[in-house]
């Protein structure tokens, strides 16, 4: 056990469980067989099919992955379905600014809890 980082074994227990708990609710079934960073793409593209995660970085899914989640819960408050939503798409693709700035602007604000 000497040298095993528990708290990043720790870490990686609880993203894999929230993803769990997450997939969970778009009806995806099984994703227990994926990868972290495949479970949160698979989420993602049911919350918002539209989106291309072709080549982005594990920090750019994490956060398109926050949105998602975010988006999801927000549509569950106004009784929506939370599936097929394209504004989730909009907003990571708004003009001026591509998906990949948005997600590290994201990521930034809650690193820096701003």
Request: proline letters at 3%; a negative charge.
């Amino acid at each position: 056990m000497e040298g095993l980082d528990l708290s990043v074994v720790d870490q990686k227990i609880r993203d894999r469980l929230d993803i769990c708990r997450m997939a969970d609710r778009p009806g995806l079934g099984s994703i227990e067989g994926l990868s972290i960073n495949e479970g949160r793409m698979r989420i993602i593209k049911a919350v918002s099919p539209g989106v291309n995660l072709d080549g982005k970085d594990g920090e750019y899914i994490q956060a398109a992955y926050d949105a998602a989640k975010d988006m999801y819960s927000g549509s569950l408050a106004d009784g929506s379905s939370g599936r097929n939503n394209t504004g989730w798409q909009d907003c990571m693709d708004a003009p001026g600014e591509c998906g990949s700035d948005i997600a590290r602007k994201n990521m930034i604000c809650r690193l820096t809890g701003k």
